[in-house]
Structure formats: C-alpha cells, structure tokens
C-alpha cells in the first residue's frame, strides 16, 4: 500500500460500491427510491459512486450540506432536519436552484419560514414513529391535519407527504428486533398516508434508516428510502444485525507509537479527534474500534482478542495479546474498523483509496489539501 | 449579540484570559513554568493570549500541531505524544527551527527516531505514574535507566528530564481525590529524579492535567506544568472538582429548531458534529452538554433544571421543564456548556469573540474562512 504516516480515513472503493449496489437493487427490487443520506460521508466525490449506481436524488442533514451537493451537480435535495427559520435566506435560494424539499417537525418554525419564501418547497411532515427525537407523534392526528392545511393554503409550499426516522432501531441487537421497529413504524405511517391522502392527493413516504432499510423487506406503503450509513457500515451496525464486518467500507490507519507487550496493549496515533468517543459493546467490552492488519488489497477480518479499548483526543489504547503486541513495533500501521462511520468520516474531513486517491468531503472543499 | 444563525463556538475572552493568568501567577507563585498544551484550543490566536499573560513554551500533541505554532512564533515546544518514527523528517525540521522536546515512551520508537536525527532534540521520558496510558512505568527503573543511557549516548538527543500526564485524574469525583491521585504522581516522580539526578545531570519534572494542576498546591520536585483544558474548563471539569461553572469559557451556540412542551423538550441544532459525544453525570443524568441563556455580555448561569440528553449527528435533545419548553420557539439561540471543550474546539474549528471576531483554530488555518 502507499506510504502512510499519519491517522489516515482509507475507504475501500469495491466495498462501498458494492453497499451502494445492494442497497439500490434491494430498492429497485421492492419499488423504492433510494435517496441516501450524504451525512455519512458528505464527499462529492462517493456522491458520483451513488450517481454511478443510478441514484439521482440524495438526503441531507444542514441547509450547508445542501448547498455544497448542490454545488456539485445534484439537484432533488431533501434537507431532512427540522428547517431553522434563521436560514430563511439560504433554503429560499436553494429552492430557487433544485428541486428542494424540507421537513416540517414543528408549525411554528414552518410558519416563520413560509413568510419569507420567494420560491415553492417541498415539504415532508416529519413524523415521529417511536425515535423521540423529532415529529409530530403519529397519533396526533389534530396537528398533522393542521400541518397539513396549513402547507396547503400556502402558495410556497407543497405537500409532499411523511418523512420518519425510526432511530430507535440503533438500541436493536438483532435483526428480529430491527424488523419489529420497522414494522411498527411502516404500519403507523401507511395508516397515516391512508388517512390524507384522499384529502391531499398523493403523499408520499419516506422512510431512513440504515438497520430497517438493510435489514426490512416489507414496504408496503412506503415510496422512498432514504439511509445514509449503509454505504460504509461500521462495528455499530455489526451489533445491530445490519450488516457482517466484512461489508464494513472505511478502516482508519493508524501508527503504532508505543508497545507494552507486558501490559498486552499497544498505544497508537488515534484518538478521538480521528474516530469520534462513540462506543459500542462486542465480547462484553467497551469498544471504541477494533485492528484489521493493512495489506496491498485492504485489509483483513478484525484481529482476534484485540479491540480500541480507550481513547483520548490522539491516543488510542489497544487491547490485545502479549504476542500480538510483541510482533508489533512503533511505526508500524494498523487499521481501525470504525464504531460510528459518519462521525469518524466527519473528523477526518476525507478519503483516502487504496490506490492512494484522495477524495473529498465537505469540510476540505475549502482547503488546498488534506492536512 | 451579533446575529448568529447557525451552530457558533462563542469564547468569552475576559474568561478565558482570566483562567490563563491565575494558571500562569499560581505557576509562578510555586516557582513552576507554565508550558500550557495548547491541543484545547489549536488556536494561534488564543496562543497570543497565553503570550500576553507570559507563558513563553507550550505543549502540543502531534507533530502537525507543532508546525502550526512555529508558524506562529512559538520558539519552544514540546510534542507530549510518544513520537512517531515515522515522522522523523518533519521532527528533524522542526528541530532545527525551534527549541524542540519530544516524550520516549518506547525505547525502540526513540532508537529508531535518533538514527535519522541531523538536529539536537531534547527528550523528556515519560512516566506513567498510574493512568496507563502511555510511558514506563515508575517502578520500572532499568528500563528507565537504559532509556537515560541511550539518550547520553546521543549527540542528537539531550536528556530534559521527566514527563508525566496523571489522566487518572479525570475519573476523580472531588478536589481531595484529585489531590491524593497528584500527590501519589508527584512523589513518583520525584524519587525518580533524586534517583537519576546525579547520574544524568539537572533533571526538569513536567506534570500535565488540568485537575491536578487547578487543585493542588504541592510541586515539590516538579519543575514545570503542561495544564490544556483549563483556558476553557468545560462540564467534565466541574465534575471533577477542577473549577466552577463561572470559570467555563466556552458556549457552543444553537439554534432551537423544535419545542415540544408536551414531552418537556426542545431539539436544537447542536449534536456530535460539534459538541462529540463524550458525556459526564450531573444530576444522576448522563449529560451531554447544559444550556445557558445568551445575552448581550455572555452568557448566563446553567439553566435549572435542563439538560442535553441526546445528540445524533446535527440534532441535540435538550430535557427541560415543559414551561421552559413553551417559553421558547424556532429561531432562538441558546448557549451549550460543552462536556469536553477540547472535543468542541477541534470539531467547530475556530471560535467566535462575544463581539464577533473570529479566532482562528489549526483546522482552518487554510480555509478561507469558517464554514
């Protein structure tokens, strides 16, 4: 592999083009659009990869997010977080530029935002199916109506159905368990567009989440998907059930920096500036990532008994055998299989392939190079 | 305050510059030198706050961070992270601009450095006096002592002394445990230069954490102090004891995006993006930030009774009173006391004055300007 020195994100291009490719025929199979959550990796550049695979219209979580995909050539945009009416000015020109569509989770804030439009703007009721987070609860029919009378009377806004989250998949550890989240929610929301829509014309639902899109196959009722993690996975989604090690996509090099083989553990250049202090539970521990060795075609399966037991902002503290650790040496460079892909991608601010490729991400679209 | 319309890392510089001179005078009241680690704040610009009180060294936690602030006048600098082989030229480099200490904290790692060194590097071994992390431990007295030998040995390197970072510290619930966790520190390393003094020359101790170096009074042996979070303090550091809320010199600024009086919460835009995950206790919850109230010259006391309960990537689950809940709406600005501050900064990249002037951060540094 090419020369690394330093905390490097390395993707593996077969193996996310291959989550993308799964994920598309599962939807084109069952008579969803997919419309990915570009959170995960924010790069225009795995945004082609998505394009390559025939995906033409994505999710996004900021008005800023938005603008940058928009910059870069897409142009049916879902900003799937609750508008911000301070944004106004920002969601009126994008809405001027593609085929934009928000989320509505509070009147209010809808209200603010419809006053100073210029430009028409789908809209999503978001719904609250279980996650807690954000949404009208799906019982409240009352509001949603209002919500929904309300978009209607507005010559800005268009009804363009139900968005839901169902977030509470992620405490699932089984894929029995991510089916019975997603049923629930896919039932709430089919009995709510079943309700409108012969008030509202055709609604659609969109649902987002990457256990029950890679887990779930029943969708009836359901018109789009739209999940962000699957195309890297991550340890996170291993312990939902959502995917195998194997398909995770992302692995961040580290140096090894310090050996104390008499401790069993090995001390190397990646910390929580690098992968996020996002944990997860694998073989009753507390696991902020786990080594695979590096190699010329990308990396291995997870090293047995050795995982990132803990990390502080650069340092991270492997677990692992006194023979492993007495094989390793500083300057040596190990793979880390991220807990939470879309975080550890966040800090990294880009990609590295295997050939040495740097692609990029929305935070260095300012930036000469990666530091 | 200036108009803020998205996620906004506010310093309050009259705080900040406050915690940096009672650091700097108590410092200078024990006869210690104050080398603070600037990994906290990665900023030149708070850098020249730490001029103005004084400080004339600093520590930093990657070779990267260490260029940066050559760049910006700093002529004495220690990298207190094991070093890297693997970065051997960009030391060599550094060497030869700068008055440069790195940490041994693996003899192989520093055996491996020295025989590419053109430039003298003065080598601080580290001790690990309890927290596991990195280092020798202080029991381990040969390997200490071949350690010594080899930099002796070397026309490259000079032996400094020693270094040590009680991280133990942070799991410390009071002053007094905090205190007992530096006085078993201190005296560790204390015998240890009385031990190897007469054999190596005058020997420097650095001790570097924020609770330690807040709460004790007692440095006998210790020559220096490497203190990072306490320019900012944050909430994991009134847990521990190490400050006071008053003494928090940094707010993240959100805008509220939902209110949902009915379930007591409000969802603002402020999740893991900009705060990070790391969490701490306070009132038998785990917490992942406390609001505050924004006004015209700061920001108020912790809000009663309210709390940050969650966060995903963008959005931010505050638990309040359902009266606080419906006393707000989209659009208002609240202030987040951040769990770890130095996760904070290095995620938001820059920081805002209170009169709206933009401090710069390592990250930016080659952006044109924050995003």
């Known amino acids: 592999m090419f020369s690394i020195k330093s905390p490097t994100l390395l993707v593996d291009e077969a193996i996310c083009k291959n989550n993308i490719r799964r994920m ?3 939807a084109d199979r069952i008579g969803l659009q997919l419309k990915p959550h570009v959170k995960t990796h924010q790069s225009a550049d795995i945004g082609e990869w998505l394009k390559e695979a025939g995906v033409r219209a994505i999710t996004v979580s900021s008005v800023t997010m938005a603008s ?9 945009i879902t900003i799937a977080f609750p508008v911000n009416p301070l944004e106004a000015d920002s969601v009126n020109y994008l809405a001027s530029a593609v085929n934009l569509s928000i989320l509505a ?35 409240d029919l009352g509001a949603i109506r209002e919500a929904a009378l309300f978009i209607r009377k507005s010559d800005k806004l268009k009804l363009r159905g139900f968005y839901s ?12 368990e991510v089916e019975r989240i997603h049923e629930d929610a896919r039932v709430q929301l089919a009995a709510l567009k ?31 998907i739209s999940p962000g993690n699957f195309v890297f996975y991550d340890l996170m989604q291993t312990q939902i059930g959502s995917c195998t090690p194997a398909d995770i996509a992302v692995a961040l090099a580290v140096p090894v920096v310090a050996c104390y083989p008499e401790r069993a553990e090995v001390v190397v250049h990646g910390g929580a500036v690098h ?23 990308g990396w291995s399966a997870p090293l047995q008994d050795c995982y990132l037991k ?10 692992c ?46 930036l000469y190079s990666h530091v």
């Open 24 to 26: 598309k025929r599962k």
């Open 68 to 76: 940058y995909f928009a910059a870069h050539g897409w142009s049916d």
């Open 321 to 366: 055998t006194k023979s492993v650790a007495a094989s390793l040496k500083p300057g040596d460079i190990l793979g880390i299989l991220p807990v939470h892909s879309c975080l550890t991608a966040d800090l990294m601010m880009g990609f590295t392939t295997l050939n040495g490729t740097k692609l990029n991400h929305i935070r260095t679209s300012a």
């Open 165 to 176: 989250h169902p977030g509470h998949s992620y405490a699932c550890r089984s894929r029995q």
């Open 310 to 319: 803990a990390v502080s902002q650069e340092h991270g503290i492997l677990a």
């Open 194 to 224: 079943e309700e409108l829509q012969p008030d509202f014309g055709p609604l659609m639902v969109c649902m987002g989440d990457t256990p029950c899109c890679s887990v779930a196959e029943r969708f009836d009722g359901v018109d789009e």
């Open 105 to 139: 989770a509070d009147l209010t804030a809808l209200t603010q935002l419809e006053s100073t439009l210029d430009n028409e703007v789908a809209v999503y009721i978001e719904i609250d199916t279980g996650s807690g987070r954000t949404g009208f609860p799906s019982t």
């Open 275 to 297: 992968l996020s202090k996002d944990t997860c539970q694998l073989l009753d521990s507390t696991v902020y990532g786990v080594p695979v060795s590096l190699n010329g075609e």
